[in-house]
């Protein structure tokens, strides 16, 4: 049966690449968001502490990267709601208080199957999380369910 | 912090240290600020009624959160997460206990990297498992030292 929603026009958006934007990391956004989840390790806390280990100082914890926002390219779709899958995570280098991250994202994934309510459809986002020192830090997998 | 674990301390089938959390309504306002996805379900219990949901109801990501904090409290200060997946499977609402959990499944070096794969999930106070993943750990080895 022909997608009644992810259509080819729909699928030439695939593999194209939002325009980068750029976020500055401040100390107290990653402190912020340790309390917020409730993750007391002094690595994302205790800026002395973070000293004294191998990175130095304090990084952010896995998913601190969500702050940034998810989604930075516009998928226009006919479909009301949408509800989050679930993402897959990489990790290359920490990010570090300080740090200025450029991030891309771009729709990695598009497929469409017939629900109970209709059409759904699974929408990959790929966003790659970049230090100012061109480091690659994180690659972000977030599946979209959108009906 | 924790005692560092390392590669050698576990085998397959080894239990993580498991992680427990009781969220609040005020903990979902927090992460809403602070990770800035203020979807009303998440926090206006009218709207969230008003889109068939039993109430207010955790972030995905607040549990995407909480299974990070489970891999990183196990790998500690020398370890590295190298990957970790998740699966919102059910909804956890708040004001109930969660617990994140986890199992080695898989161990092996690769190059000078000692690896360790583990399965995990979060599970209500029903023993439900509503968030299920998977994550990959770099550990330090005694080895190696």
Excluded at chain 2, 58 to 78: I, P, R, S
Aim: aromatic share 10%; glycine share 8%.
């Amino acid at each position: 049966m022909a997608n009644k929603i992810v259509t080819d026009e729909v699928k030439k958006q695939i593999g194209v690449e939002s325009e980068p934007s750029t976020f500055e990391v401040e100390r107290g956004a990653i402190r912020r968001f340790a309390e917020a989840i409730g993750d007391h390790s002094p690595l994302f806390n205790d800026e002395k502490a973070a000293h004294h280990t191998r990175f130095g100082g304090i990084i952010a914890p896995p998913t601190f990267a969500r702050s940034f926002g998810i989604e930075f390219f516009n998928l226009k779709l006919p479909t009301t709601r949408a509800l989050d899958g679930g993402s897959e995570w990489e990790y290359f280098t920490p990010i570090r208080a300080g740090d200025r991250i450029t991030v891309v994202s771009k729709l990695a994934d598009i497929r469409e199957t017939e629900g109970r309510l209709g059409p759904m459809v699974f929408v990959v986002a790929e966003t790659r999380y970049t230090n100012q020192f061109d480091e690659l830090c994180v690659i972000q997998r977030t599946t979209t369910i959108r009906y | 912090m924790a005692a560092q674990v390392y590669y050698e301390d576990v085998e397959v089938g080894s239990q993580l240290p498991s992680l427990e959390k009781n969220p609040t309504t005020r903990q979902l306002v927090q992460y809403a600020g602070a990770s800035g996805d203020f979807y009303q379900i998440h926090y206006d219990k009218d709207f969230a009624m008003a889109n068939k949901l039993p109430g207010v109801i955790l972030h995905g990501a607040l549990k995407n959160a909480f299974l990070g904090q489970l891999m990183t409290d196990f790998a500690g200060e020398l370890g590295w997460l190298r990957k970790l997946t998740v699966q919102y499977r059910g909804m956890d609402e708040p004001g109930s206990k969660i617990t994140g959990r986890g199992k080695v499944v898989k161990k092996y070096t690769d190059g000078k990297d000692h690896i360790v794969e583990c399965e995990i999930w979060l599970e209500n106070a029903k023993g439900e498992k509503t968030t299920p993943g998977s994550a990959t750990v770099i550990l330090p080895s005694r080895a190696a030292r």
